[in-house]
C-alpha cells in the first residue's frame, strides 16, 4: 500500500511516489491493478486511458505516460484497496477561502485564476501546479448550485 499526503501533493506536485512523465509500468508497480478503469469503451486494463483507485484518477497517453492526477467526486478523498490517502484539510464542498486560508497556514504559495467558461467558479493554482476548482458564486438562475471545492487536478 502506497500512503500520501495531499498536503504535499498540493505543495508539490508529487502523490507520494507518483509523479506525471512516469509510466504506466511504473505506476502499476506501486499500486498494482486499479479499482476501476475506463473509458467503457477500453478493451481492457492495459489499454485503458483511466485508472481509478478510490476516488483519485490517473490518466495515461497513448505512450502510456502519465498525464493528468484528478478527482472530483469524493466527500474525503479516499485511496481505495492500495492508496492511502491522508486527506489533509480536503473535502468536497469546502469553500475556497478555507482552503486558501489552510495553504497559508501549510505555507503554500497559491495564486487565483478566473476560468472563464465556468462563471463564478476559481482556480486556486498551488506551488505544486495542483489547480483546485472552486465555484464561489451561484448563478442567478439555480439556487441548488453548492458552493465550495469542486474537483483537484495536476496536468502536463
Known sequence: MLAVCLEE?????????????MSRESVSSLLGSPDLWGPSNAKNVET?????YGDIEFYFSRADQLFQIFSDDFEMPMGGKTL?????V???????????????AAEIPYYLCDVPA????????TAGNVRAMCRIEREPD???????LRSFCLRD
Open 48 to 52: 485503458a486511458t483511466i485508472w481509478k
Open 84 to 88: 492511502q490517502i491522508d486527506p489533509w
Open 118 to 125: 465556468l462563471p463564478g467558479v476559481i482556480e486556486i493554482v
Open 90 to 104: 480536503i473535502h468536497d464542498k469546502m469553500l475556497a477561502d478555507t482552503l486558501k486560508a489552510a495553504l497559508n
Open 9 to 21: 501533493f498540493f505543495r508539490t506536485g508529487v502523490l507520494g511516489e507518483i509523479s506525471l512523465g
Open 142 to 148: 439555480d439556487e441548488f448550485q453548492e458552493l465550495g
